[in-house]
């Protein structure tokens, strides 16, 4: 949470803290010597998880330099692990798509998934 | 998938050979976002889709239509080709947004002349195109304090 005091108060002395804890956040208000607060607003702004991404892109390429462009006649696929920048807060859907290839002409065929 | 990174996995066609590829991803956390992601492939097992290896020398058109997990105001879409399989020839393959409705879009993939295409696959984007994506919550406290 962050908070904004938005209105002054109607004094010389004064002094706010604002604490929170899960989904409570506590303000206190102090004023002293002669000062009398007469009104005191404050906006609190929840910013859930701050600095949190929901929504990050990348690219994974990579070049094939012996084994796996060998033509066969079967059907051949590897895995390979394509790390986020930093870890999202839960599990988010993936969606993939070819952007570069270079592969040969005879019958070609690709495919690229993400695992479930 | 995880919080951390997810499988990627290239599978090569019988007789294909592969050089380079390069992959672009998106992921999101959908329930913030705004952002959907749907998937679509499709294969000559399909009836329907097998006239795309047939009918040679002419444009064949095959159109699917994908429900979004929820319904939008003013939605817009992107695709891209995840996979293909085709005969020898020419590579010919196009596809395309064909329509965009608040509840669902149509895909229309497409193949001409010589090429038979025998598998493929794509990804396809859904947002609100007039979406202002706060980067905060507000919550306002007003407080009356009278000592």
Known sequence: LVRINLVDLSAKATRSQTTTSGKVANTKFWTWLDSVVYLAQEVL???PNYGEYVTRTGIFTKTYSNSFPTA???????TVWVPFPSPFSEVPS?????TSLDLSKNAPGLRVLVTK | VTTEG?????????NTALYFIQVEWIATISSKSGIYILTLQDDSNNANF???STNFYTERPITYTLNYPRAMTNPGATIGITGFRMNSNNARISLNVSSIEANKLKVTAMTWYDTALYYFGATILVYEKDCIQWAVETLCLDMVIEL
Do not use: M, N, W, Y
């Open chain 1, 72 to 78: 066969s006649s079967a059907e051949r696929s590897e």
């Open chain 2, 50 to 52: 097998k006239k795309l």
């Open chain 1, 45 to 47: 702004l929840h910013i």
């Open chain 1, 94 to 98: 993936v969606g993939v798509t070819i």
């Open chain 2, 6 to 14: 997810f499988d990627l996995k290239v599978i090569v066609s019988p």
